[in-house]
């Protein structure tokens, strides 16, 4: 066993001016669309967390934590310019889960608000996190491009979250809330 590790030390004090390093050595400021990018992602892989505290089957919680590793793969492509981690099968496997639990549920006929069961609500929200992650990584794209297997990837998770919560909802047992587009009492 090596005693190398590989990170030695959670405090550095070489941000304190405002910049971070990425894994080439290079520097940025904290406020750059790679590094909002990769905050974003860390929140989104923490929401996913906390979503897989609610105890969800095993099958489910194995996906999620397929998330949360391939995260950390995104996050490794913005630390690591020039580097592509993700592929069209990172890709195509949310599409298949997207698919798979989609055919379990019935056809929408409005739009759902978010809600139902706690570990559903918890979905939904994450799946906003993801859209955000999205809309920033789409930013970071247009001023430097990004592996667009990734930015496919973070926009077909918001996808699979939704059918999640929706999937998670229904094996509860629990109807879902229906957009209802009355106006408001006068």
Known sequence: ????????????????????????????SKDAHAVVVMGELDELNAALGVLRSHKPDAQTDALLH????TLFDLGAELALPGVARLTADHVAHLSEAV????????????????????????????????RRCERHLVACHRQQPQNPHS?????????????LARALNHQAA?????????????
């Open 1 to 28: 066993m090596s005693d190398k590790h590989r990170i030695s030390r959670v405090t550095t004090a070489t941000g304190d001016a405002g910049e971070t390093g990425l894994a080439d050595g290079s520097r940025l």
């Open 66 to 69: 397929q998330l949360q590793q």
């Open 99 to 130: 698919e798979r639990l989609n055919g379990t549920l019935p056809p929408l006929k409005e739009f759902v608000l978010p809600g139902g069961t706690p570990i559903a609500a918890w979905c939904h929200y994450v799946r906003t996190v993801a």
């Open 151 to 163: 930015l496919a990837y973070i926009n077909r998770l918001s996808d699979l979250l939704f059918v």
């Open 174 to 186: 629990h109807p879902e809330t229906l957009w209802s587009n009355t106006p408001w009492p006068a």
